[in-house]
């Protein structure tokens, strides 16, 4: 399968799955709510550097590991 054709199908799946309801979402909700577009942005940028992080961690330590 041709990766830029699977791209789009990716992205939504992506959206859907980060839009699930959970403490995350209902912090970016209240940001959000409270404090507009402006306010939920830097949020959802934070919460994503920290998972991205932890994601790369935890993947270095399983390489390391696997040696």
Known sequence: MDLVASLPAFV???VLISASPGPAM????????LHGFRGAVPTVL???AVSGTVLIVL????????R
């Open 12 to 14: 939504v799946a992506v």
């Open 26 to 33: 209902a912090l970016i909700l209240r940001r959000a709510a």
């Open 46 to 48: 934070g919460l994503e």
């Open 59 to 66: 993947g270095l330590r399983m390489a390391a590991a696997t």
